[in-house]
């Protein structure tokens, strides 16, 4: 009997681990995006769980833009991350963008499908113009004209909304990134800068359902209480046994 309760609850933590199992993962080291940002990105770009490898971090032996494109060049999708501060005094925040093609020296121009976010304050632009990145073998990564530019020595950059902005049309009206308030250009320094390949999690095998989040959670929950409840009964019996031995 004792032996069944310990083979439920070991089935329980089995499920719990399968669970985080399921989630998205982030590989390799970063200083700027945890889990809540990475479940953000998951959601703006709408392709389930990713798995996201570091492929770049600015440091001082990769700190120019020919590092950037040694490193990153042709490797298929990528986000974009940044730590920085604006020159007019704004604290630092986390932005950045996502490029759907691999990077190359030369600006692309393409489908309306990438685009540029705050992931400190939660808001992002959309591509609406075909200008999609902006950048050469001595410059970092760029978004569209001037929406997120990053400049050769990977430190300084600027924004301005261009060629990224809203469906109904509202470009280049001089609004930044840092506030999505118009105020023209903002330049900034860079303090972090990481570019993350990724790729989708892999489809569960056909004809397996995957239990929803809160299904998943109320089963976890009936489990455990099954489990401490079957404990208890195990622990009274044993008390009680032990009661008329005595007597």
């Known amino acids: 009997m004792i032996f069944m309760k310990k083979r439920i609850l070991m089935a329980l933590a089995g499920m719990l681990v399968t669970a985080s199992a399921d989630a998205g993962l982030i590989k390799g080291e970063t200083a700027i995006l945890d889990g809540n940002g990475l479940a953000q990105l998951e959601g703006w770009l709408g392709q389930g769980d990713l798995t996201l ?9 990769q700190n120019t833009g020919l590092s950037f494109h040694q490193a990153v060049d ?47 304050d939660g808001f992002l632009w959309r591509q609406v ?44 009206d001089g609004r930044s990134l840092f506030t999505d308030k118009r105020h023209g250009p903002t330049y900034f320094t860079i303090g972090e800068l990481e570019v993350f390949a990724l790729t989708p999690q892999k489809d569960p095998t056909p004809g397996t359902p995957i239990p929803e989040p809160t299904s998943l959670f109320l089963l976890s929950v009936g489990l455990l209480a099954l489990g401490v409840n079957c404990l208890k009964s195990s622990r009274n019996k ?5 009661r008329t031995f005595k007597l």
């Open 238 to 242: 044993l008390s009680k046994k032990a």
């Open 129 to 172: 113009r075909h200008e999609q990145t902006f950048t050469s073998i001595a410059n970092g990564p760029g978004f569209g004209g001037r929406d997120l530019v990053v400049f050769p020595d990977l430190t300084r950059g600027r924004t301005e909304r261009d060629a990224y902005g809203d469906r109904g049309g509202h470009l280049n």
């Open 74 to 120: 042709g490797k298929g999708p990528t986000f974009v991350l940044m730590k920085a501060t604006a020159d007019q005094g704004a604290s630092w925040k986390v932005f950045g963008g996502y490029n759907p093609r691999s990077w190359t020296t030369a600006s692309t121009f393409g489908p309306a499908t990438a685009f540029v976010f705050n992931l400190t």
């Open 53 to 61: 490898t570091n492929i770049f971090s600015k440091s001082p032996a």
